[in-house]
């Protein structure tokens, strides 16, 4: 069945670095699109980063300003994020989630053309990242 | 950014009676493919959320047809036919026209 699994997570000190991890099962990972999501405590969901199958195109909140790296191995079945520089608000619990692909069809005149869609179908159950002196 | 914000906060609804979530953007989710780029989550209690609806309408697989999505440009609604226990939870709306996706501030769904 498909899982996924969020390791990493844990109490660093402010201006500390902590390295998540996201193991997945019962899927053929580099298939997938992948995205990080946090949410603080009591809080909303907030996206903060995604990253195609081919690892060669990655997105951020411009929020995390440079701190935060995503990256995949596909051979592990594994997605990661690097967090530096941790500041108490970035206390939360991260989630990452597969990005499903789904193919529809758009009319442009008398074209109808192909497009992509990708949406998050399946999300880990998160890791839980605390950042406090 | 996208600012997505929702409506009610907190809505309390009777389990068989309708419920309605309303989602409003600051900028048009309609793409130059026709398509609203806006999905609707739902985290219940102690879950991680999980996807209802997707380009607006469209239902994920295995979601109960009681739920539907609608609306264009930037306004959106989630509507839930006959209300459940078991839907009992925080719905968000999200767009994903652009980067940053941004979600809404959510929506607690209780049983009154």
């Known amino acids: 069945q498909v899982q996924l699994v969020e390791s990493g997570g844990g109490l660093v000190k402010p201006g500390g670095s902590l390295r998540l991890s996201c193991e997945v099962s019962g899927f053929t990972f580099n298939d997938y699109h992948m995205s990080w999501v946090r949410q603080a405590p009591g809080k909303g969901l907030e996206w903060l980063s995604h990253?195609?199958?081919?690892?060669?195109?990655?997105q951020y909140a411009d929020s995390l300003k440079g701190r935060f790296t995503i990256s995949r191995d596909n051979a592990k079945n594994s997605l990661y994020l690097i967090m530096n520089s941790l500041r108490a608000e970035d206390t939360a619990i991260y989630y990452c989630a597969r990005r499903q692909r789904v193919l529809k069809k758009a009319t442009r005149g008398t074209t109808v053309v192909d497009f992509y869609y990708y949406y998050m179908d399946v999300w880990g159950r998160g890791t839980t990242v605390i950042v406090s002196s | 950014d996208i600012v997505m914000t929702q409506s009610p906060l907190s809505l309390p609804v009777t389990p068989g009676e309708p419920a309605s979530i309303s989602c409003r953007s600051s900028q048009s989710l309609l793409h130059s493919n026709g398509y609203n780029y806006l999905d609707w989550y739902v985290q219940k209690p102690g879950q991680s959320p999980q996807v209802l609806i997707y380009l607006g309408s469209n239902r994920a697989s295995g979601v109960p047809d009681r739920f539907s999505g609608s609306g264009s440009g930037t306004d959106f609604s989630l509507k839930i036919t006959r209300v459940e226990a078991e839907d009992v939870g925080i719905y968000y709306c999200?767009?994903?026209?652009?980067?940053?996706?941004?979600f809404g501030g959510g929506t607690k769904v209780e049983i009154k």
């Open positions: 999200m767009q994903s026209l652009q980067t940053p996706l941004t």
């Open positions: 990253i195609k199958d081919n690892d060669r195109s990655v």
